[in-house]
């Protein structure tokens, strides 16, 4: 069964977050250390969080493997992926692991 991961980088009074490092070179290691067990990736930058609302989150980035033994072999060479969250950000981003049901 399929799986997701989704790392989100929720906003608060003091959260930094860098949108165009994170589009132009965080994502680039993620497809180079782990992007050979990923099916499907997608980032959604917050802009809204309803009419007249600002969002909740700076970004949600939602990657989608084919099973468990995908996500677990892309995790074990996210090192580099890890260490670079520094880079663009000043939050510790959740986490939501889940099986993808539709």
Not at 67 to 92: E, H, I, R, Y
């Amino acid at each position: 069964m399929a799986v997701s991961l989704q790392v989100i980088y929720p906003i608060s009074d003091s959260s930094t977050f860098d949108h165009d490092y994170y589009a132009d070179t965080h994502m680039k290691l993620v497809a180079k250390h782990m992007g050979e067990y990923i099916d499907q990736a997608l980032v959604t930058k917050g802009i809204a969080g309803g009419p007249k609302e600002p969002p909740a989150y700076h970004a949600v980035a939602t990657m989608v493997f084919a099973d468990q033994a995908s996500m677990s072999a892309a995790m074990k060479q996210s090192g580099p992926v890890m260490a670079d969250v520094a880079n663009f950000t000043n939050l510790q981003p959740q986490v939501l692991i889940g099986e993808v049901v539709s």
